[in-house]
C-alpha cells in the first residue's frame, strides 16, 4: 500500500527561493534521471534561515540505492558528508535536499518524514510521463515538524516567473 | 578526559551551533547520553520511540561506524576519543 496519502498540507511559516539556475538543473536532473528517483544539495545562503532562505545551486548525489531506485532514494553518511563539507568550503550553506517522486505527487511519504533532518528543507519534484520524454509535474517544499509528526509545506518562490505548485 | 562528539550542520540548532560538544562516559551509548541529557532537544532526532538510534544516524569513533564494531554502541571509551555524528538522507514514494 502506498505510504502517500491524502494529507492536509500545513504551512511550515518559512520559505525558500529558487533561484531560477538551481530550478533549471535540478529539473534536468529529474527528468534525465526518470523513472528512477534522484536526489541532490540545495545550496545557497542561510543568512535568514529562520524564515527564508535562497537556493542558488542545485547539485546532484548518485542514488545509491540498488534495490528498487525507482521509489526509494539514499545517500550514505561519508557521501553525504563529504559532499556537504566540500559546498561548505566553497561557501555555501546547506539548506536541504530535492529528490524526485517519479510518477507520484511531490507530496511527503512516511519514508520522507521518518528519514528527515529538522531544520532543513526537502524540495520533491514529481516527474511523470514515459521514458525519454517525462514531464515535470509539480514542485513542492517541505519541512520536518520539530515533533517529526508531518512535513509542514514551505512555501516556494522563484524569480522572475512563479514555480507550478499545487495545493492541497 | 572527555569525549568529542562532532555535531554534524543539521543538529548543531540543538547544541547552541556548536561544533562539537565534550562529554564524560566510559562506552559510546554513555556519551550519547550525555549529549542528550545536556541538550534534550536534540535527542527525538537521534533516537526513535524505542530509544534505538534512527536509521538515518550513524556514529563513527574514530573512522569506524559503531554499528559496525563488535560491541556496538556499548564499545568503551578511555577518554580523549572522537565521535562523529554523520546523518545518511533516504527517502521515496512510497
Redesign the interface.
Known amino acids: 500500500m ?3 496519502r491524502a494529507r492536509r498540507s500545513t504551512d511550515s511559516g518559512t520559505r525558500l527561493v529558487l533561484r531560477s539556475g538551481a530550478r533549471l538543473r535540478l529539473a534536468a536532473h529529474a527528468l534525465r534521471g526518470y523513472p528512477h ?1 534522484v ?1 541532490g544539495l540545495l545550496l545557497g545562503s542561510a543568512a535568514r534561515a529562520e524564515v527564508s532562505a535562497e537556493v542558488w545551486e542545485a547539485r546532484p548525489l548518485e542514488n545509491e ?1 540498488e534495490q ?1 531506485p525507482a ?8 557521501r ?2 563529504r559532499a ?1 563539507a566540500a559546498a ?1 568550503a566553497e561557501g555555501f550553506d ?1 539548506l536541504g ?1 530535492y ?1 524526485s ?4 505527487p511531490a507530496s511527503w ?1 512516511d ?2 518524514r ?7 528543507s ?1 524540495l520533491i519534484a514529481s516527474v511523470s510521463g514515459v521514458v525519454g520524454a517525462p514531464t515535470l509535474e509539480a514542485l513542492r517544499c517541505w519541512r520536518l515538524a520539530e ?2 509528526s508531518e512535513m509542514l509545506e514551505e512555501r516556494l518562490d522563484s524569480g522572475p516567473e512563479a514555480v507550478q505548485t499545487q495545493s492541497s | 578526559m572527555p569525549v568529542q562528539i562532532l555535531i ?4 548543531r ?2 547544541v547552541d551551533r556548536q561544533t562539537a560538544v565534550s562529554v564524560a562516559a566510559s562506552d559510546v551509548v554513555g556519551a550519547l547520553r550525555a549529549l542528550t541529557d545536556a541538550y534534550p532537544g536534540l535527542a ?2 537521534l533516537r526513535d520511540e524505542s530509544g534505538q538510534l ?3 544516524v ?1 556514529v563513527y569513533l574514530g573512522e569506524d561506524d559503531v554499528r559496525h564494531l563488535p560491541l556496538g554502541d556499548r564499545t568503551a571509551l578511555r577518554g580523549g576519543e572522537v565521535l562523529t555524528i ?9
Request: hydrophobic letters at 30%; proline letters at 7%.
Open positions: 502506498s505510504s502517500l528517483e536526489v540505492q528498487d521509489r526509494r532514494f539514499v545517500v550514505s553518511g561519508l553525504l558528508a556537504e561548505e546547506v535536499y529528490h517522486h517519479p510518477d507520484h511519504s519514508e520522507d521518518d528519514q528527515a533532518l529538522p531544520g532543513r526537502y515533533d517529526r | 554534524p550542520s543539521a543538529l540548532a540543538y527525538r532526532h534512527r536509521s538515518f550513524n554523520v546523518p545518511s538522507i533516504a527517502g521515496g514514494a512510497r
